[in-house]
């Protein structure tokens, strides 16, 4: 299985259309005195985008992107873009940590380097993890998929690339978001590999499984959602239903792309309607450039349309892998209070062996973003006792050292 190394440089030609672009924004009219009520306010990204073209230097961005190790493999015939950053200490743990929407790998900047070598953050090197971060199919600089349904193979996507490219025989996994529903797909259907996954949410298609007998938290959390959707979650529907007339006009408008995204980051985060006290410009303009650079708004929409057109046949083999379920897998959640939902513990456990449950104090839906410390250690508590299944796999393991992929790449 091919690995190669990977750096990213944005064609020069990109970023001079880009400011040609910025320098001729159409503003849209608005009510006076809206603030955000109405979407991303218009001073706010009036002023983004004046930061973008006179402040933002992309070339700076990206030569701290480039410090990590960046690497594509082929796996199966579709290219993964990740970024593998090994562990400082004695065993690193391998851990594969999958993102969501509207953020993509930068989302785990801050915390690949306090997972990698703990002890240089103020931990302990027993706690160093083996971090691998893909980008998402259809997002960054992964393959765009080709047809619909991709979202489904993500999980044995990651497995291989874990496995077979990597050669890790046990390792774990985190996410959030879209990174949830990927991190449980690994639980249900590689198990045996898995030492263990933590998430941030309980995957949001479970809210179709409604049980009969719901606890009152339960039923508190399910009325929460259904007076969020009509509210808040609209950009699904249109995302799952239509996603290409709406990627046309972003993927056409820096400042619309910016304005799309932006309001996710102000709405989700524990920001109390402000959103640098969160991110600032730069971070916020780092990851608009990932979809912007990369022309992946469409295909990162996919998702949504994959499982909102979906026909019995894909939903019955779901039903068959959720019997199989993921129950033998340890898993841990962190729920941040401001993230976009908050299930009860029990309802984790209907689908979960949930083992370690934490109640956030701060943060929302960008936790890796907004909470990196608080994120890390919870991650590195929940794994610590959970070490020796991935020592005992990988001493199991023909040729028992998994190789790193500078090792592998051709």
Same mark, same amino acid.
């Given at each position: 299985m091919?690995?190669?190394?990977?750096?990213?440089?944005?064609?020069?030609?990109?970023?001079?259309?880009?400011?040609?672009?910025?320098?001729?924004?159409?503003?849209?009219?608005?009510?006076?005195?809206?603030?955000?009520?109405?979407?991303?306010? &218009?001073?706010?990204?009036?002023?983004? +985008?004046?930061?973008? =073209?006179? #402040?933002?230097?992309? %070339?700076?961005?990206?030569?701290?992107?480039?410090?990590?190790?960046?690497?594509?493999?082929?796996?199966?015939?579709?290219?993964?873009?990740?970024?593998?950053?090994?562990?400082?200490?004695?065993?690193?743990?391998?851990?594969?940590?999958?993102?969501?929407?509207?953020?993509?790998?930068?989302?785990?900047?801050?915390?690949?380097?306090?997972?990698?070598?703990?002890?240089?953050?103020?931990?302990?090197?027993?706690?160093?993890?083996?971090?691998?971060?893909?980008?998402?199919?259809?997002y960054g600089f992964s393959d765009?998929?080709?047809?619909?349904?991709?979202?489904?193979?993500?999980?044995?996507?990651?497995?291989?690339?874990?496995?077979?490219?990597?050669?890790?025989?046990?390792?774990?996994?985190? &996410?959030?978001?879209?990174?949830?529903? +990927?991190?449980?797909? =690994?639980? #249900?259907?590689?198990? %045996?590999?898995?030492?263990?996954?933590?998430?941030?949410?309980?995957?949001?298609?479970?809210?179709?499984?409604r049980p009969r007998d719901p606890s009152r938290a339960e039923r508190a959390f399910f009325d929460r959602n259904d007076k969020w959707i009509p509210k808040e979650g609209a950009y699904a529907l249109i995302q799952g239903t239509r996603p290409y007339s709406l990627a046309r006009a972003l993927n056409d408008s820096p400042a619309g792309l910016a304005a799309w995204i932006v309001d996710k980051f102000h709405r989700w985060s524990d920001c109390d309607g402000r959103i640098e006290t969160r991110f600032s410009k730069d971070e916020l303009l780092a990851n608009i450039m990932i979809y912007w650079a990369t022309e992946t708004i469409g295909s990162a929409f996919l998702p949504y349309y994959d499982f909102t057109s979906s026909g019995p046949l894909t939903w019955m083999a779901e039903a068959v892998k959720q019997w199989t379920g993921s129950s033998d897998v340890p898993a841990a959640f962190a729920i941040f209070p401001k993230d976009i939902s908050q299930p009860p513990r029990e309802w984790a456990e209907r689908f979960f062996d949930v083992q370690r449950w934490t109640q956030m104090p701060s943060g929302g839906h960008f936790a890796a973003m907004e909470e990196p410390e608080l994120l890390v250690e919870d991650i590195r508590a929940f794994f610590r006792p959970l070490r020796a299944r991935a020592a005992l796999g990988d001493s199991e393991a023909v040729g028992a050292a998994p190789k790193t992929a500078a090792s592998r790449a051709t």
């Open positions: 091919r690995v190669t190394p990977f750096e990213i440089r944005v064609p020069q030609p990109t970023l001079d259309d880009l400011r040609n672009r910025l320098e001729r924004v159409r503003w849209a009219d608005e009510i006076e005195d809206d603030g955000w009520d109405h979407g991303t306010g &218009g001073p706010y990204l009036k002023a983004l +985008v004046e930061h973008w =073209l006179t #402040r933002f230097d992309w %070339r700076q961005q990206e030569e701290a992107l480039n410090r990590f190790s960046h690497f594509r493999a082929d796996v199966d015939g579709f290219g993964v873009h990740f970024i593998h950053e090994r562990g400082r200490g004695e065993r690193p743990l391998p851990i594969v940590l999958t993102h969501g929407y509207p953020d993509s790998f930068v989302r785990f900047l801050k915390i690949i380097p306090m997972l990698s070598d703990p002890q240089a953050h103020g931990g302990d090197a027993a706690d160093a993890f083996d971090v691998v971060v893909p980008s998402m199919p259809g765009k998929p080709a047809r619909d349904g991709f979202t489904f193979r993500t999980g044995n996507l990651w497995h291989t690339l874990m496995t077979e490219a990597l050669g890790y025989q046990q390792y774990a996994a985190h &996410g959030g978001d879209w990174g949830s529903t +990927v991190t449980e797909q =690994l639980a #249900r259907s590689h198990g %045996r590999s898995l030492v263990g996954v933590h998430l941030t949410d309980v995957p949001f298609w479970h809210l179709f499984q």
